[in-house]
């Protein structure tokens, strides 16, 4: 056990080492002078020079690296030209509604999706089943931005029950947080939704195939026991595995609903960030949403062991 | 009682099938995913190649005597040589009076186009990559800890961070997009290499001394072939998607060029009183995505039902 941990905590090492290479080679690879784009497009001959000196521009590509991985794992990200901030400021301030939407997304969709799936299983070939599969194709083929806008127009623009756009903080109330919330993180959960109930559905039939699901019908027990205590529950590493894959699919559907509905998180950051060239936070926010999504993997790995005990690497 | 009874059905079904089973092109062509999806994918082609046939006008005429017409309006349109003629705009005009009905159809091509071209260059460049990785062994685990590694950043984060390098475009975006598809197709050539190593007429084939990329070219890439362009249509799908949104968010193909990414991200500023400037870019968008993703279905239920058990 200790070992298998070890070994996937050495394994993940590449990985992160291979994000943070290419996100430092990202400033690297553009055409231009990386100081001067540092800099911003106002920055005097003085500024561009500073900022030469400390990144260490002018040393050979690997001291270059040694010094702004040491950097950003002491904390220091950086300063964004655009924004007039430390990168470290504008995360701290952009991180709440990117975790409170990515936080309900998931809640969402994994009320919906898991009973939905389940169901679709046990029902396989019904019409359940085919709304089911055919909303899940549906699912991944209406863009994020699509939904997000159809949402928007018939409930707040026909029916205004909810307002169009725009986030507000916990601490300014909870009813007005969680009502400027739904939008948002219904349009994000579709086609996480999508992708889980399908899975969860395809693991479910499989484990209905199993042995001792005949065994547990035959000794009498109820068809809704049978299908949650034995099927579900052994259905559930692939559904699990699927939440966490599906995070990535999660993170590039934050930076669209995030645009989409105004908030001001992380993923809208990311497209300001890019429209203004202001690599900095570009760097830093894409490396950010990399380790979310390798490590929230790795503790799903290791629950793996803990879940099942049938797996052994 | 019945599930074993079950059992002996589908078992003498599957034999009768195996006995008379149609020809590929025959199980295609049944198959009512395929043809839905294959036939709308054949429509928004040849609307996207017969656009300036289709009763257009130039997708980025501007007229500002025309600016925001709700669809179904009829306006006057003026032409070079000063006469005028009626036209009823079918989907409204934008808020510059260009015709959004020409700009949709317009638009299709640049989605088309990017859609096919990143399936076909991921899917080069991953089959070679995949072949080479699953067969020399010392490669495989360099080439796969790269591939893990850009799996570790979310595709839309990853194309977004290449485009940020260049000068926006059709090629920058097209690039970006195929960047993040590779490791996928690589993964999924390479697990099938693995398998296909270890058979009889490969081991024969290397005894009689067969060169590395005959065997590779001849022996295993055919196994490939499959899943590969099941593969590719998904590819496709997810492509058509990622252009749009790369453009909606303002980011991908320059504004001058009609795409429906471009006509919503225009249409976002005046929504609230013409949602026809981005519902209409929408129905074609995810029209074309659906029928992708069915023909992509279908193609895999018939080509590779081995994969059909996966997702």
Known sequence: ?313 | MSIVLENEVDAAAARAAAVARPSIWVRLLRHPSVVIGGCIVLVMMLIGLCAPFLGTIPPAQIDPTTRNKKPGVEITVRQDDGSTVQRTVLMGTDSLGRDIYSRVLYGARVSLIVGFTVAAISIAVGVLIGLLSGYIRWLDGIVMRIMDGLMAIPGILLAIGLVSLFRAGLGTVIFAIVVPEIPRVVRLVRSVVLTIREEPYVEAAISVGTPLHKILWRHVMPNTVAPVIVQGTFICASAVLAEAALSFLGIGIPTDTPTWGNIMAEGRQFFRVYPHNIFFPAIFLTLTVLAVNMLGDGLRDTLDPKMSKRV
């Open chain 1, 1 to 313: 056990m200790l070992a298998f941990i070890a070994r996937r905590l050495i394994a993940t090492i590449p990985v992160i080492l291979f994000v943070a290479v290419f996100v430092f080679m990202l400033l690297r690879l553009t055409p231009g002078d990386p100081a001067a784009i540092i800099a911003g497009d106002n920055a005097t001959a003085d500024q561009v020079d500073a900022i030469r000196a400390k990144l260490g521009l002018d040393e050979p590509l690997l001291t270059q690296f040694m010094i702004w991985s040491g950097r950003v794992l002491s904390g220091d990200f950086g300063e964004s030209f655009f924004f007039k901030k430390t990168v470290a400021e504008l995360i701290s301030q952009r991180i709440e509604p990117t975790l409170m939407l990515s936080l309900c997304t998931i809640v969402l969709a994994v009320l919906v999706a898991v009973p939905v799936g389940v169901l679709a299983a046990s029902r396989q070939g019904g019409w359940v089943d085919r709304i089911v599969m055919g909303f899940s194709v549906m699912g991944f083929s209406v863009p994020t931005f699509v939904i997000g806008y159809l949402l928007i127009y018939v409930f707040a623009i026909v029916l205004g029950w909810l307002p169009v756009q725009g986030y507000r903080r916990i601490s300014e109330g909870f009813g007005d947080f969680i009502i400027r919330l739904i939008m948002p993180s219904v349009t994000l959960a579709v086609i996480y939704v999508a992708l889980i109930s399908r899975i969860t559905r395809a693991s479910v039939i499989e484990t209905l195939g199993e042995d001792y699901i005949r065994t547990a019908r035959a000794k009498g027990l109820p068809g809704r026991v049978v299908l949650l205590r034995h099927a579900l529950r052994n259905a559930a590493v692939p559904i699990i595995t699927v939440i966490g894959i599906g995070i990535a699919l999660l993170i590039g559907g934050v930076v669209i609903t995030e645009s989409v509905y105004n908030i001001p998180g992380l993923g809208r950051l990311t497209v300001d960030a890019v429209l203004a060239r202001d690599f900095p936070v570009i760097q830093i926010v894409i490396m950010m949403f990399s380790f979310v999504f390798v490590l929230i993997n790795l503790i799903i790995d290791l629950a793996y062991s803990v879940l099942d005990p049938r797996i052994r690497y």
